[in-house]
């Protein structure tokens, strides 16, 4: 490993030192045509289905965002990549790489923030289903507003972690791992308020029918859908702590195709079956 100072800043994270101590261009490469396609399809969907600023069309755009960001990581390390070839290898310490080694950091970072919030609107769409499936007497307008109110406040300290996880970062190397631990923590939290809310739901619901079999297989598919998405950020978080506490790196042919597959795993495939078009449409037509 080369590089005193610098060197030690990118230990924190062996996804980074693949990208900056290995030939990594093609897999950056990949991942940008395949985040461009996806991108693509995301705000056609977008454009298509766009209805009442609701929490559906907010996780849409949410969603299409988080994609469009992700594509400019990937694009951004190409380009990143481009200027590491030529940098020579004695200036490995020098105030320019470790500009460098920041923007990195940021640009990989940016994405996992956006994509912890998307997958907790996720979660508020799927509560709405739930309630507007049954038929029932309680007020859905007042739970809603309580997990309205719920994700502001979620999104106001996870965003205002991240702020403030920045401001340290220019003067504190240590807060590189905090960038990555803080949305790994946040994304295995997720999972565990949704079982203790699914059983509330399925208690408080229990003695309540299905308002129609239309309504039922619109929730058994959205479930569908988040299982998807709850399988695809443990992954990925377990993987995030990986790279955060591992001393060692893969080589690049086999770390980029791990690479490759952790992006299609955990999130290139439930992009696509939420962007499905049966789905957004029984959704966003409600």
Not at 79 to 95: G, I, K, M
Request: charged letters at 15%; aromatic letters at 12%; a positive charge.
């Amino acid at each position: 490993m080369r590089g005193g100072k610098n060197a030690k800043v990118l230990r924190r994270s062996p996804f980074l030192e693949a990208v900056m101590f290995q030939d990594s261009s093609n897999t950056m490469k990949l991942l940008s045509l395949l985040y461009f396609c996806m991108t693509l399809h995301a705000f056609s969907q977008l454009r298509r289905n766009w209805g009442a600023l609701d929490t559906k069309s907010l996780f849409l755009l949410s969603m299409s965002t988080a994609c469009a960001l992700r594509l400019m990581c990937f694009v951004g390390f190409c380009l990143l990549d481009e200027t590491r070839q030529h940098v020579s290898p004695t200036s490995y310490v020098t105030p320019e790489l470790d500009m460098y080694a920041r923007a990195v950091v940021l640009l990989f970072d940016i994405p996992d923030f956006v994509l912890v919030s998307t997958y907790v609107l996720l979660l508020v769409v799927w509560a709405e289903c739930f309630v507007g499936s049954r038929r029932h007497w309680l007020s859905a307008r007042n739970y809603k507003e309580t997990w309205h109110r719920c994700y502001l406040g979620l999104n106001v300290v996870l965003y205002g972690t991240q702020l403030s996880l920045y401001c340290a970062l220019v003067s504190s190397d240590r807060t590189i791992t905090l960038l990555y631990l803080v949305p790994a923590i946040a994304t295995f939290a997720v999972p565990v308020v949704h079982f203790v809310f699914y059983v509330f739901l399925a208690l408080r619901f229990a003695g309540f029918p299905m308002v129609s079999n239309a309504k039922k297989d619109r929730l058994e598919r959205l479930t569908r859908v988040t299982a998807a998405w709850t399988v695809g950020r443990v992954f990925w978080a377990t993987a995030v702590l990986t790279s955060v506490f591992k001393k060692t790196v893969p080589g690049a042919t086999v770390g980029g195709v791990a690479i490759v597959a952790l992006f299609l795993l955990t999130e290139i495939c439930p992009f696509i079956l939420t962007l499905d078009s049966g789905l957004l449409n029984s959704l966003l037509g409600d």
